[in-house]
């Protein structure tokens, strides 16, 4: 098993869908990171900061899941950062309401001393400098270092992310964010540009439409889980990012046929994310739930054709 680094938001959420709206809730990417790979009970370590409102509880949430939380300031004297989204009918597109990034603002980044030698380094979505800080705090070059990021800091951070871009081995955008980067329309074409720009595997997320992972000449497509009801998007593409590191830091295999299966692992628990509001689901789920549901998954992929 290899030691996990994850990088994100523990923040508080606020969430209107077409099912309902919730005032300030528990989110942030490096929260619904952390529940996912906990799945794995994999020795992992958050670093984030919150501000003095933030509820002990919520931190205890992650720690009690074996997730170090050292690494998660605490300026008490602060707030934590809140964002406020609301869902179009097709829950695919979303308003952002309010941002108000707090104690996000000054975030500088500190690894634990214990935790800087992890061979798996998941950067959450934020500033490409302070993803960038965390790499420099690494004491060796990590085995694998995977990146999520988000069009917004296309828009206004490009030149700091592409540097960040060409330090890590794995990135993963949904399909609109390679699109941007890319300035190309064909996922295909996009993967290969991407390459160009330093990582050895692009992972394209498509949302319900499932997930598309790039490496060299090599594809490898998972189907989304059709799900009867989705009641909240919010956090699913930080879950999979968690289900995905931490398959790979549990089973200590970084090659491209293992990232097959933590695609799938990925897949499979952001399929849960989506079944209640903000990280409820995440945090009661069970094994056996996850376990049923790839069993699940395999019945839908896999089929016998004769070949003539």
């Known amino acids: ?7 994100g938001t523990v923040a508080f959420d606020a969430i209107e869908t077409p099912f309902g709206k919730t005032d300030k809730i528990l989110g942030g990417a490096a929260t619904y990171i952390g529940l996912a790979a906990s799945q794995f009970n994999v020795d992992a370590a958050a670093v984030s900061v ?9 931190l205890n949430l992650l720690s009690e899941r074996n997730v170090d939380i050292s690494g998660v300031e605490i300026v008490k004297e602060g707030k934590t950062f809140f964002w406020s989204g609301k869902y179009h009918n097709d829950m695919n597109t979303r308003d952002t309401l ?20 992890a061979k798996i380094v998941m950067l959450g979505n934020l500033h490409p400098l302070v993803q960038l800080s965390v790499l420099e705090q690494m004491e060796n070059k990590p085995e694998l270092v995977i990146l999520d990021t988000m069009n ?3 828009d206004c951070a490009l030149d700091d992310l592409l540097n960040v871009i060409k330090k890590v081995d794995v990135i993963t955008i949904n399909d609109e964010e390679a699109r941007q980067l890319t300035g190309e329309y064909s996922l295909v074409v996009a993967a290969r540009k991407i390459h160009d720009m330093g990582p050895k595997y692009v992972v394209i997320k498509k949302g319900e439409h499932g997930a598309l992972l790039f490496h060299n000449d090599k594809v490898f497509y998972a189907p989304a889980l059709p799900i009867e009801e989705v009641f909240d998007p919010t956090g699913a593409g930080d879950t999979f990012a968690g289900g995905f590191a931490g398959y790979l830091a549990k089973s ?55 070949l003539t």
């Open 98 to 117: 309010a941002t108000e990034l707090n104690v996000l603002a000054d975030f500088q980044p500190v690894v634990p001393t214990n935790y800087r030698d």
């Open 50 to 58: 919150v501000g003095g409102d933030f509820p002990q509880e919520y």
């Open 152 to 154: 917004f800091w296309m």
């Open 252 to 306: 200590d295999d970084v090659s491209f046929d293992n990232m097959k299966n933590a695609v799938i692992y990925g897949s499979t628990l952001a399929s849960f994310c989506v079944e209640k509001f903000g990280t409820e689901r995440m945090v009661n789920l069970k094994s056996s739930e996850v376990h049923q549901r790839l069993q699940q998954f395999k019945s839908l992929t896999q089929f016998d054709i004769e």
């Open 1 to 7: 098993m290899s030691k996990l680094v994850i990088v």
